[in-house]
C-alpha cells in the first residue's frame, strides 16, 4: 500500500543554517505529494506541493522537488528562521483513487538564534 | 471564510463514556475528512465525505465509531463505549474541487480518556 517515510527529528539548526528534511514515499499510480506544517499550538497548515514527476513545490523560502525516479520530496531552506521552528509532515494522496492524505510521523524542527 | 472549526477544543471523559465532536467546514466545501492523531506520529485518515455521502471509511474506524454528516455541511463524529486507547487529537478538514481539493484542517480536538 500507499506509505511516505521521513527523517526522525529533532532536527536542530542555527538560524540562518540551510535545513534539508528527507521524505521518501512508496505509491501505485501517480501520487501527488505535499508538505504540511504544524506550528505550536495551531492547526496543519498546507506548505506547498506538486502534482507531477519533476515539478518543483514552493512557499515562504520552502521549495521540494517531486522526483520520482527516486520516489522523494526532500523539504529544504536555504535560511532557516526562528519562526521556522514546527513540526513538518510529509504527505501523498491519489487524487485518481481517493483523495485521502497518507501523512510521514512529521519532522520536529528546532531553530535557536 | 472563517476556516474549519471543531468543537470542543478538548474533551476529558471516562473510559466507557460516549464522546460527540463537531466539525464545521468551510462554507461551500463539498468534500470533509476525519484524521485521528497520535502523539508523535503523523495523522491517519478515519473517513471521508462528499456532501452528505460517506464515500470510504478506514479500518481504524471500529464499530464504535460512527460519523454522519446529514445536510452536507457540518459533520459529527461520535465515540461510544470510549477506550483509553481512543485518546487522540481528532482533526477535520475541508476540501473543494474549485481548489483542486486541496485539504484545509481545523485545529483539532483533543480527547483524552481516563
Known amino acids: 500500500g500507499n506509505s511516505v517515510t521521513q527523517m526522525e527529528g529533532p532536527v536542530t539548526l542555527s538560524e540562518e543554517a540551510f535545513l534539508t528534511i528527507n521524505c521518501t514515499y512508496t505509491?501505485?499510480?501517480?501520487?501527488?505529494l505535499f508538505w504540511y506544517v504544524q506550528y505550536p499550538g495551531e492547526g496543519l497548515q498546507l506548505l506547498l506541493k506538486?502534482?507531477?514527476?519533476?515539478d518543483k513545490g514552493s512557499n515562504k523560502g520552502f521549495e521540494a522537488t517531486y522526483r520520482k525516479e527516486t520516489t522523494s520530496f526532500h523539504l529544504e531552506k536555504g535560511s532557516v528562521q526562528v519562526s521556522d521552528s514546527a513540526v513538518y509532515f510529509c504527505?501523498?494522496?491519489?487524487?485518481?483513487?481517493?483523495?485521502?492524505?497518507?501523512f510521514g510521523t512529521g519532522t520536529r524542527l528546532q531553530v535557536f538564534p | 471564510d472563517t476556516g474549519v472549526s471543531q468543537n470542543p477544543r478538548h474533551k476529558i471523559t471516562k473510559r466507557g463514556q460516549n464522546v460527540t465532536f463537531r466539525c464545521d467546514p468551510i462554507s461551500e466545501h463539498n468534500r470533509l475528512y476525519w484524521y485521528r492523531q497520535t502523539l508523535g506520529q503523523g495523522p491517519e485518515f478515519l473517513t471521508y465525505?462528499?456532501?452528505?455521502?460517506?464515500?470510504?471509511k478506514s479500518r481504524l474506524l471500529s464499530d464504535r465509531f460512527s460519523a454522519e454528516r446529514p445536510k452536507g455541511s457540518f459533520s459529527t463524529l461520535e465515540i461510544q463505549r470510549t477506550e483509553q486507547g481512543d485518546s487522540a487529537m481528532y482533526l477535520c478538514?475541508?476540501?473543494?474541487?474549485?481548489?483542486?481539493?486541496?485539504?484545509?484542517f481545523g485545529p483539532g480536538t483533543r480527547l483524552t480518556v481516563t
Open positions: 506538486a502534482t507531477k514527476a519533476d
Open positions: 465525505f462528499q456532501n452528505e455521502a460517506q464515500l470510504e
Open positions: 505509491a501505485t499510480g501517480y501520487p501527488s
Open positions: 504527505a501523498l494522496s491519489d487524487l485518481y483513487n481517493t483523495d485521502k492524505l497518507i
Open positions: 478538514a475541508s476540501s473543494s474541487p474549485g481548489q483542486g481539493y486541496e485539504q484545509y
